[in-house]
């Protein structure tokens, strides 16, 4: 198993956290699974996808299952709170992630990411003739950084001419919850955005795809999840007790029932899959 991160360029990472590069040689055909391996289910391979806020994914000479979907080519989450499963039935499969910053794919794209919330979208559901060109990039270009670059001279078109007022409030809500480690009050991160609390409520839904309690709740596991990893790529022995208080939560079972909500497995679960499988379970986390 091969993964590769890129950053965006600079214009663009106000929208676009990272894009993600996973290749995997060989079958599940030729080179059976062992049962006892989490990546693997009734001889599927198995990628999370943890919750997040909007994602595209191409997968290449793979189809994928999402719940009661079968995807190929270039396809849209939008925002999710909980895992989903990519599951690929034709064998292993080489793919692309890329990762949008909290209303960056409605910024780029447009899309109310209130209707788009926990659902999955082909390309050709969608009808978006940038995901369209994405879709022949992908299936036209071998290398990584070949992909990363021409997506970048490609989504940099969709870069708005004037500033989006709106866009602007939410990054600076987002700035503002991070600060607090999430301990923020939707009346307060209305008062930040210089908007009413039905005006926010109803941008932030329209930006974001959730409801600001929510995306709070949604940042503090993001957070969480990304010091655990860290700590885990760098050999350090993890507390978890402190590791959680540092990002918010109360104690230790506040976190777990948080983690088993949108992480299906508890902290300390997670812990022990992040040191064994770092470099496959990381690949989708924030």
């Known amino acids: 198993m091969f993964f590769q991160i890129i950053e965006p360029v600079e214009a663009l990472k106000p929208y676009i956290s990272r894009y993600v590069f996973v290749r995997a040689e060989g079958s599940t055909d030729s080179m059976p699974p062992p049962d006892d391996d989490p990546r693997f289910q009734d001889g599927k391979h198995i990628q999370p996808l943890l919750p997040n806020y909007g994602s595209l994914v191409f997968m290449r000479n793979a189809i994928v299952e999402i719940g009661d979907k079968q ?26 992630l890329a990762d949008f910053e909290p209303g960056g794919m409605h910024a780029l794209f447009g899309c109310d990411m ?27 270009t071998a290398r990584a950084e070949d992909i990363a670059q021409q997506l970048d001279t490609l989504l940099m078109w969709l870069l708005p001419h004037s500033i989006d007022v709106n866009y602007s409030r939410i990054r600076r809500v987002v700035r503002a919850c991070d600060e607090v480690k999430g301990n923020i009050t939707a009346a307060q991160m209305a008062a930040t955005a210089c ?43 993890v507390d978890l007790l402190a590791t959680v208080l540092r990002h918010g939560y109360y104690d230790l079972s506040h976190a777990a029932l948080e983690f088993q909500q949108m992480g299906c497995v508890t902290p300390s679960h997670f812990r022990m899959l992040g040191i064994t499988l770092t470099p496959d379970f990381s690949i989708f986390f924030a």
């Open 71 to 96: 995807c190929e080519g270039v396809f849209l989450f939008g925002a999710n709170q909980t895992t989903l499963n990519l599951k690929t039935v034709s064998g292993w499969f080489e793919g692309m």
């Open 195 to 237: 908007l009413s609390e039905r005006q926010f409520l109803r941008i932030f839904r329209q930006y974001v795809g959730i409801t600001p309690k929510q995306f709070i709740r949604l940042r503090r596991f993001h957070r969480t999840i990304q010091d655990l990893q860290q700590q885990a790529a760098h050999n350090k022995d």
């Open 114 to 140: 209130h209707l788009f919330a926990g659902q999955v979208i082909r390309a050709e559901e969608y009808h978006n003739e940038t995901l369209t060109v994405c879709d022949q990039i992908f299936k036209q």
